[in-house]
């Protein structure tokens, strides 16, 4: 399955082919919210391999998408299971009309999947807690949004509680709030103008460090490339949540920029 299409169609074949997924083999789409970067290419993959989408009912208003093969619908704060994975969706701060992040049970442990907020909530700290990896927006360095070439009003946006997250906000996240069941942090949303990737990184691990959590694997998503596959099995397996067969192994390709 897919989160988000942000890049155009023959893009995500070209890097789901790179991970050895063939596209005609995804079963569904999840969409996070309607802006453009996640959806760009999720209407002609819906049609051309007959994938459903599942979103909200606000988010397929917002988006106005007609021509897709077809609509499954999911509601904020309740359980449903997508392709052998349990899906908890919950509302977060961003400015869309709406915009979902994802508590994700799989056999191997839970995921927690967040790459467009404003702000860290409360829920999304519980949700979060007992994650064994989680997907997190790293956008901007504050000082590097602060003397960007963006206009004003436009770095007033990201820098809000209805925009993005810095590199800072999520620093403040890990020394305070990170659970203790986590093993692995991929920074995701990098600005490609408000940020470095290295200072993304610099910033999260130098948190790590000062809450003595030196266990925890960071790795950092590019939007020119593929991001490393997660493999959950890497670390002591959960207890199973949902149903698959045996041999199954959970990997996570990440392909919206």
């Known amino acids: 399955m897919l989160i988000d299409v942000g890049l155009s169609y023959r893009e995500v074949c070209r890097r789901l082919k790179q991970v050895g997924v063939d596209?005609?083999?995804?079963?569904?789409?999840?969409?996070?919210?309607?802006?453009?970067?996640h959806t760009r290419g999720a209407r002609l993959f819906s049609r051309r391999h007959a994938v459903p989408i599942y979103t909200t009912e606000t988010i397929r208003a917002e988006w106005g998408a007609a021509d897709v093969s077809e609509w499954r619908m999911l509601t904020p704060n309740r359980y449903v299971t997508l392709e052998d994975l349990r899906f908890y969706p919950f509302t977060v701060p961003h400015d869309a009309r709406q915009?979902?992040?994802f508590q994700i049970e799989t056999l191997s442990g839970t995921v927690g999947f967040a790459t467009d907020i404003g702000e860290i909530t409360a829920e999304l700290i519980e949700r979060f807690r007992d994650c064994r990896v989680l997907v997190l927006e790293s956008n901007h360095a504050t000082e590097l949004l602060r003397v960007s070439p963006y206009a004003a009003s436009t770095r007033a946006r990201i820098g809000s509680t209805q925009g993005h997250l810095s590199n800072e906000a999520l620093a403040a996240f890990v020394r305070r709030h990170l659970g203790a069941s986590v093993r692995?942090?991929?920074l995701a949303h990098l600005s490609r103008v408000n940020n470095v990737p290295e200072i993304a990184e610099m910033t999260c691990r130098e948190a790590l460090a000062n809450s003595g959590r030196r266990d925890v694997k960071v790795i950092v998503s590019r939007q020119e490339r593929v991001t490393p596959t997660v493999d959950l099995s890497?670390?002591?397996?959960a207890v199973p949540v949902v149903r698959a067969t045996p041999a199954q192994q959970v990997t996570l390709p990440f392909l919206k920029p």
């Open 184 to 186: 692995c942090i991929v």
């Open 99 to 101: 915009t979902v992040a």
């Open 23 to 37: 596209p005609a083999g995804i079963g569904s789409i999840v969409i996070t919210h309607a802006h453009g970067d």
């Open 234 to 237: 890497e670390w002591s397996p």
